[in-house]
C-alpha cells in the first residue's frame, strides 16, 4: 500500500477544521472532491476513516493516518530550508502540550533559549497533566509534557523529575476558615481552587486525607495557575500548588502551609517523537535538560 498525501492532506483539513466545506476552501478545491477524497482513502485502506457526527470525529486508523501526515509534514517543513537556503524562510510552526502547573514554574524557562535563536512560531496547548498526551494521540502537538511514564507507539518518553504539591492559603484566610486547624467540618464552608472540572487532584487529595466529598464542599474553577497563587495570597480562598511555584510566599509567611505533613507528588515526563529532527530535536533536548535540572532537585 502506498499512501496519496493528498487524500491524507484531505482527512487532516476536515478533521482539524470539523468541516468539509471548510476543507473545501483550505486546499482550494470543491466539498464534492473532499468527499471523493475521503472516500478514495477509505477504499485504499479497506476501512472507514472518519465518523461523520457532530463533532466530526476520526476513527482509529483516520487518527493514525492523521498523525502519519503531520509528522511528514514537520520533517517537509524542516527540510525545505536545509534545501533552498536561499529561499525566504517561514517560522516552522510548534504545537507542544503542557500542563498549567509547568508553565507557571519551568516550562517557560526551558523553552525561552530556543525561541530566541531560531524563527519558530510556538503554539502552546494546555491541559491537564493526564490529558495533554491525547494530544500527541491526535496530532495536535509533537511533544507533551505529562504525569504518564509509557510512551505512545512512535514516541519516547524522559523522566524529568518531581512536582511536590502542598495546600496552601493566607495566614489571614487560615485564622476566618480554620482557627482550630484543617477539618472536615471547616472544609464545607472554606472556598477551595481547582483548575476546571477536569481537576482530580484536588479531588482526590481532599477525599484521601478528609473523606470529604466534591459535593460536600465547593471550589472555584480558574484556569490560570498564577490566578491560583494570587487568589490565596489575597485570602480569597485556599489552594494546592506546587512548592516550587510558593517558595518565596512559603518563606515570607504570605502563604502557610495548611498541612505539613500532607502533600502529594507528580513525576513528570517529556514525550516526543522518536525520530524527531532538527528544531524539534532542539526543542526537546532543552526542555529535558531544564527541566531535569529543576525538576531532578525535588
Known sequence: MKFDYKLLEALTAVIDLQSFEKAAVKLFITQSAVSQRIKLLEENIGQPVIIRSSPITATSAGERLVVHFKMVRE?????IPELAPDSPTKPIKVSLAVNADSIATWFLGAITPVLKR???ELDLIVKNEYQTIETLRSGQATGAVSCIEKALPGYQSFK???VTFILVCSPEFA???FPNGITKDSLRYAPGISYDPNDDMHVKFIEQHFNIQPRDYYCHSVRSSQAFVELAKQGAAYCLVP???????IASGELINLCSD?????????HSWVLVQGIHKKISKEIVQYGQAILGKN
Open 243 to 249: 512548592t516550587l511555584q510558593i517558595e518565596y510566599e
Open 175 to 177: 485564622k476566618r476558615y
Open 118 to 120: 531560531h524563527l519558530v
Open 160 to 162: 524529568l523529575g518531581d
Open 262 to 270: 500532607k502533600s502529594i507528588t507528580l513525576t513528570m515526563y517529556w
Open 75 to 79: 520533517l517537509e517543513n524542516e527540510l
